[in-house]
């Protein structure tokens, strides 16, 4: 059996793209195959992706999948075409504006698996780029405490969710047994469906592996960029996505650290919701919000907003 799957999901990039591609063809492991999904790009895109395609013949496997909506289908729906095609042991992921900037990371990847066994999920870094700079960190997992030099080491969820961030897709190696069995990312979510895919995998997976090696370049879109699917949705859709995320990791998540993360994390997203209606001058929906986030992480300085609140949504009458 094939080793390595990489799916690369696609739409409206293919310049970019075959910067992506050219950087998996790249990868000194032997035993991987590519899985390209493109998904419904724009009729003056599709003649760049077949002529990348007929060049690039018999290195990687193609799907097209025919435009049915303004977009596509979603990057969620397009890696789920991608693993319900692969044959790999193991499933990989790299976004098609990103690249992996390391040729050995599949190699070494392999030989951690292949020495350890039943591994669930590999685990590395990226750096993050915007308008030609760096971003300064953290922002993944790369503070993630207890790590110590190179070397490739076991690590739990609650030592995970100790992270600033989360490991993101172009990172993260997942067997693809594992993946079936989380039901794939989610394609209905609107926002960070990479990081709940995240979430669900660390909280059923068995052994993880991470490598705190450099891996990826990831660029970051710049607000605005109506082309990227993070920044087509606005602040309150994107709060309303994660509340989704954590309600859903309270009921089901079996690991207790990540139960508590989704409570600590819901109060902080209700606080956001509340300030954003507020903003909005809706004060007695910021008053709705604001109560469900004291009542989770009661403090006085919340306490006190949320009075402040309550006066407003008083004095602002039938107003929301």
Known sequence: MTQFSVILPTNNRPDSFRA??????????ADVEIIVVQDGSDADCLDRYH????????RARWIDVPRQRGRGH??????????AAAQGR???????DDLWIDPDHLHRAGLAITQAGAVDLYLANQEAWQAGARLAGPIWIEDLPGQDGADCQSVTAASLLRASGFCHLNTLIVRRALYEALGGVDE?????CDRDFYLRAIDRAG???YAPAIVSRHNVPMAGARAHESTRVTATEKCLSQLLILDRLLLGARNPAIRRYAMAHKAYTLQRLATACANQGSYRTAML???QALAIRPSPRWLATTAQLAARAITAGDRA
């Open 74 to 83: 979603g990057h969620g729906f397009a890696l789920n075409v991608g693993a």
């Open 90 to 96: 193991y499933l990989c992921f790299l976004d098609d």
């Open 289 to 291: 919000y604001a109560c």
């Open 188 to 192: 209905g979510l609107c926002y960070e």
């Open 20 to 29: 992506a591609l050219g950087s998996v063809l790249a990868q000194q492991a």
């Open 51 to 58: 002529a990348i395609e007929a060049e690039m013949a018999g």
């Open 207 to 209: 052994l993880m592996l």
